[in-house]
């Protein structure tokens, strides 16, 4: 009889804790996003291009307020100097100083490759929210560079403008660092894998300092970026991000 019992209520409960674990992932994912962007940043990094018969290093700076604006400059080499991206919202702009225009990224160009790099202008700017645009579910546990992580699947939602058919995200338990990214095109097949590493006392907070990207179907090829300087929570106002100082900062 006792048995009977507990089956039923074990029955009811199992919407809720699916609830309660769904909930527990957003809130996962919040604190890791939280604890990489800050209200604010400033950041100088190089970013190396390796593919199989060439390479070429890259520098720039990059400032962000919130989820909502970021902005980045290149500053070497000598004929890229001046670019910027700028990301307003949901809207991404290129300012290309050789020709002296500031164009308009459409929605259907941010899988295109940024500056011939692994990465995209949506991986970049971060078009879309990690955390608004998906739904989130702990999938499983696993350990990255011998730190407990949890595995967070994530899918978005139906309303959502993104790019990705699914993101499994490895966060780890002690200090919400997201060590590893795994982004699926819409046929579920795995697209490119994002690593972090060299985790570094950074401000007030511990990071990796160092991403590796990786497309799944081109080993011989990747994308690093190194940090050489970050700082967070620093006076910027939404002014900053505007269209005309895409043509001024330095």
Known sequence: MLTRQI????????????????ENAGEIVRRAEEHM?????????????VKP??????????WSLRNEFGLVLITNPEHDRGA????RHNEVWNFLPAIDRVIKIPSSMMLQ????SDFTNDDLVKESSIVNDYTHSISGDSTIGGRPCYRITMIPKESAAVVWGKIVLFI??????????????DAGVLSKVLTGDQIKEVGNRRLPTRWEMHPADA????????????????????????LQNMRRVR
């Open 7 to 22: 089956i039923p209520a074990i029955v009811l409960l199992a919407p809720a804790l699916c609830r309660a674990q769904d």
């Open 219 to 242: 080993p011989r090829q990747k994308t690093i970026l190194t940090y050489t300087h970050w700082q967070f929570d620093i006076p910027l106002d939404e002014s900053f991000f505007s």
């Open 84 to 87: 910027v991206t700028l990301k």
């Open 37 to 49: 962007r800050g209200n604010s940043s400033y950041a100088e990094m190089t970013m190396t291009i």
């Open 113 to 116: 490759s940024w500056l011939g």
């Open 172 to 185: 780890s338990k002690e200090g919400y660092l997201e060590l590893r990214s795994e982004m699926y095109d």
């Open 53 to 62: 018969d060439w390479s070429r290093t890259v520098s720039m700076k990059t």
